[in-house]
Each structure stands twice: as C-alpha cells, then as structure tokens.
C-alpha cells in the first residue's frame, strides 16, 4: 500500500486567504480539502475557480451543521451548490453517507472526481463501525471515511483493531480528539488514504487536527512505514508533553526508521493490549500511571523496584521491562548546579507524595539528604516518608512551619501550576526568603506561579525541562541502545 497523503483541510473565509494558506503548507502538503462551508455567503458562486489557484489535488468539502460543518442552508440549496462547483474538476468529492443520490454521484464521477463517502460520530465510536463502512462502499470506487470519537483508550484500541478488518477497503478512518490523536499520526497503521490537518492559528476542521508542518518535522510522517519502530509516551492529561520533540528528531539525526508519538491513557490494560497490537517497542510514563504499569511488567530495575514508580517501559523477548530514569534524571540538573558533587547532609523539603515524588526522593535520600515530604493527603506523606526515612507532614500551617528546618532546597513535585490550571500556587502559604534552592519538575509552563514567587524573592531556580532532558536522554538509550546525538 501506499504511504498515505498529508491534507490541509482550508477553513478561510474567503479563496483568496485559502490560496495564502495553501501557499504557505505546500511543501509539507499532499492533498487540499476545501471547507467552502466556512466561505463567506458572497465567495460561494466562485468555488469552481479554486483548483486553478493551488498546485496540488484538492477536495471539495461543503460540510452541513450536523455533522460539524457551518453550513446551514437546506440540503437542496447545498447540493447545487457542489453541483455548480463541478466545473472546477475537483479531484475528489466528500458526499456524507445519508445522500444516497445515483445521479448526483454519477454528475460528481463524470466530472473527473472521486466520491469520498463519510459519516461524522462525535459522540462515540460506533459498535458497527466495521460494517457500517463496508454498506458504505456501493460502487467500489469511492473512497470510504469514518470519523469517529473515542472517548477512552478501550474506543482507540476498537478503532485500530477495525481498521485491521477492513485492510481491503480503501478507506480513511480517523479517531478525532485527544484519545484518537495517534490516529491521525499512525494512519499508515489503519491503511487510511490520507490525514488531515489544520493551519496553525486558523479555524480547526476537526477536534485533534495539528499542522502540516508539525505533522511532517516532529512526526516524520511521510516516512512511516510497515517497518517503523513505534515507541510513544502514555499519561491523562497528555496534550502538554514536549517528550515527541525530544525523541523524534534524534530518530532524525541518527537515520533511524521510528516515530515517537503520546498516547492519553485512561485504561493502562488497554493500552498493553493496543500496545501489542501495534507492536509498539518502547514508551514513556508520565501522570498519573509511574505505579499503574507496574503490575504490567515482567522485570523492573532496581530504582522501579525501590520508588514503586516507573516512568519507562520497554519491550524486551522475555516480556515488557520497568526503568525509572526520573532518577537520574532529576538528580543531573543539582549535580551540575553543585559543579559536579552534590553535597551530603542537605535539608529538602518535597512537595507531593505521588509517583514522581517517589523518584525524587528516593534520589535524594541515595544522596544522603535529609528530606520532609509536605502532601495535603498527609496519609501519602506518611506512606512515603516510611519508605525512605524522611519525615513528613500535612501541607498546612504546620507542614510549613517544619519546612523552616528543611528549606535549603525545595522540590516541587505535584502538576499543581501545570497547564491548563496555571494559576495554582501548591505552597501558597510559603514565603520565600531568597536564600533556597528551588527546583519543579513541571516544564509546561516552565515558569509557573510558584517559581516566579520564588526568582522575585532572589532564589536560584530549577526548571523542569531540565529533568525532562536529562530523563530522556535516558530512555532513549534504553529504547534504542544509541546514545542520545548532540547538537539537536
């Protein structure tokens, strides 16, 4: 089979800002859908002038209200409308699976286009999903579209395991939003004709699109093939995660056929399921599944063993194997700020208790440090200070005035200040006196509330990217056995 199509599906309101548009993506584009549902009323008598103003093929598309289009004048007055349009020789047709007209088909084949048949399910992914699109190919000759909403990682794995019934079928079978992402980047894996995606800052045609650009330079996807090594990181919430343009270009660099690619996970069964399925090599851990993968897991590396927390999953002949490079990693950054020894004896407070407070403080108390775990569910704080030694607290009034005695460094490791919800503060009632060391794992935003707290307060600060560099750089000789290349 051929390697799909990228296409921009073009939402300006007028041709001439189409034509801007499709101008800007040609060179990362194969395909150009034309929404002329989102035209202005007055451009509309004009659309047939739109293929002699691109250099590539282009899809007519005139998408109704119901089915998450704008157009929402009555179905004759839109039929005519692509009627008229004909006279542009559009090279395809997207007619919605309800409009079963033989002449108006047989209008739209004789004009030298093809019929893409679709339907759109923005509530679920149907159960007949396999069926459903095989009734859809009457003549043969259309292609046949299904786009389609998964709501949980069970849904994705429903859509990949679809896709592998209907290989006959020329086809394309999106799963739109946040669990389908991986759809849209993998559509060599369904066998789809093609992807789309959306101009940046523009009108998105559909719940998930990115851009072109981002689609072919992070992702590589013009050069996914049957013998692609997937690898991919898997957490809820994951939209946030700069990890694909971590690991991506390194593929790059070293001419390596893989592909990194997120995963929003709510069911991490289901994700060893579909994980076999695509025979995916190699993965990422992030919030809230460090402990979730765990029972999924047929060896673990010490640190995993120790911190009950694994960030890094990797597919071994004896089964998949567990490693926590959060260690490690979080630990570079401070050897780096001590000029390469990290000083025994330090007083850390931790804020946080879950998996990736585990990591840290398991490090830091391997690096001798004396550490207070600060957590509103004072019970984990309990739990994990058992496990290692350190004394704990309730993130109250209390907690803060124990960190008075602990707060030459403080660690933040909650996802309180992570976007979406910026503007939570985890140590709202801490005042910083300019003299603490202040580290959060966060890197989305990289300077949250809490550290701007901290940096006008004249305390030297850790970002999170840092430990997103240093933990990756980690897995990635894990998945690959390379070391990661310089100069990226």
Known sequence: MENPNICLALTGETLKKNEETARKYSGYVDIFELRADFLNHSELPLIAEFTGMVDKKVILT?????????????EASRVNLIKAALSGKFDFVDVEE???DREYEKLITSSGAVVIRSFHDFDNVPENLVSRMRKMAVSGKEIVKAAVMPKSTADLLSVFKAAGELKDLKKILIGMGDYGFSTRVLASRLGSFLTYTSALNEHQAAPGHIDPETMEEVYRFSAIDESTRLFGIIGNPIGHTLSPKIHNPAYRK???NAVYVPFKVDDVKAFFELADLLQVQGFSVTIPHKGNVIPFLRKKDPATE????????VRT????QGHNTDVDGFLYPLVRHYKGS???GIKVTVIGAG????????????????????????????KLAENFGCKWASLDSEGLKMMEDFSELIVQTTNAGMEPDTTLDPLE????KGNEIVYEIIYKPLITRFLSRAREKGCTVITGDKMLLAQAWRQFKLFTGHEYPENI
């Open 62 to 74: 005139v998408r109704r209200e119901r089915d998450g289009g704008k157009y929402r004048e009555s």
């Open 98 to 100: 309800d409009l079963r």
């Open 254 to 256: 070293l001419n390596m």
């Open 306 to 313: 120790k911190t009950g927390a694994c960030n890094t999953v």
């Open 317 to 320: 002949a004896e089964g998949w």
């Open 342 to 344: 990290f000083p025994r």
């Open 355 to 382: 998996g990736a407070a585990r990591a840290v403080v398991h490090a830091l108390a391997e690096s001798g440090c004396s550490v207070l775990i600060l957590n509103r569910t004072a019970s984990k704080a309990e």
């Open 429 to 432: 009632g801490y005042s910083f």
